[in-house]
């Protein structure tokens, strides 16, 4: 199993530049304007005209940067646009309709297409059904058409309403002064739906200062949704999580990217505290401690084996794993280099990606057979992994935690904005510390698993944790 190249992480912090919808939209948009006056044949009179249009058009590059207009805020963007027709009555056909047209090469044919064949070996037809998923995306990507198309039309029509007319009037001020109201309202009043953030670090038990468990192993499905879960034939896990502790409602964060997710899973936090916003991390490495952190301070080992993006936020702490490969073998592959890792560092705590159901949710939709049979895959190599554990003799007093970092939504797979089956994950606990066949219902969050491990290996928990440890899971001590 190779690891990821150095030329392999460069390639995905470029490639997140496009994937990602806050920088893709400036990128998209000067592009697009460039290649529209070249091709037209653009002197050097002209250059200077679109230059100083642009530098007039900056305050709404950067306004569209700050606001997402995520899931059904994404309707009031059209709003802007219908107002700048009925105040400019200009509408530059021939670029908005080059803008579209790449848009949609871009995203149904580049990535769609020719990305996930040569990355991860789907077909050379599968834009005949990646164009459906990119109407009905709803993340925070650059595939969100509903999102990217009227941010993209508006710019252009600003941006080349300058051009051709030399100058933006008064009226053009008054209506920039409108979208930033009009979004400032919007995120204020009517984004109402992410997690409650807690508001104190972790103390509802003090720190465990003897581990109860001599291993933690938690094994990620990425994007496996909660509902396709349930609908999937996935005898050991679901044996796992009948004979061990079910959190019922595990929440994810905001926003459920990736990389934001591990962050949170892997240092208790959000966010705002540990610094990563999404999966386009622009300064490397986090902003407080991680449970890898405090696992050194009671001389312990740690890894989470995963994909090159993880590397920007949890830097060396990641044992990389090239996600260059047919997708038909990734978990397979990882899970061969999991046993590597065990054999060659017996780890007190691994936590292993497992990329093939995200894979598929982003390439093939989460609504297909194919989605659900990479879960069900996914279940028999976990049980061999487990098995193997057993044979090494790795699971005498070892705490397994299942998870998922997030859920996916309809179209790509999509997951950011907590559209329906991104919010709730599959969590659950087994081991000989664990209640075995208990259901918690009441609502908990990823920020509880960096405590929770803490706790279990006798650590103090990280700088910034806020989860609670999930106590309810443990045996009493006189079960123990």
Known sequence: MKKASKFEKIAARCWNLLNEGKPFTP???????LLFHLLDGMTLEEGEKIFHSF????????????????????????????????ISSFVPTTLLLLAVSLYFFFTVFFWGTLYYHLRIGTTWLNFTRFWKLVLKNSDSTSGNAQEQLPKALLLLSVWEYGVQHNVHTPSFIAFYVFVFVWSFILHRYLFDWKPKVIDHYTNNVPPNEKSLSDRVIVLVVDGMRKDRFEQANAPFLKSLRTNGTDFTQMETVYPARTVVCFTSMLTGTYPFEHGIRSNMVWKLGIRVESIFDVLRKVGKKGKV????????????????????MHNDVADRNIMERAKQLMTEQDLHLLVVQFIGTDQTGHSRGVHYDEYVQKIEEVDTLIQQFIEWLHEQGKMDNTTLIICADHGQADGIGGHGHLDEGERYVPFFMYGPMIEKGKRIDEKHSLVSLAPTIAYLLGAPYPSHSRGPVLVEALKKEGER
């Open 27 to 33: 990128i998209f948009v000067i592009g697009t304007m």
């Open 55 to 86: 530098l007039l058009t900056v305050p709404l590059f950067v306004l569209y940067y700050i606001y997402d207009y995520p899931l059904f805020l994404r309707n009031y963007l059209w709003i802007p646009y219908v107002i700048f027709l009925m």
């Open 305 to 324: 084996l995963g994909i090159a993006h993880l590397v920007d936020s949890l830097g060396n702490d990641v044992e990389t794993v090239t996600a260059v």
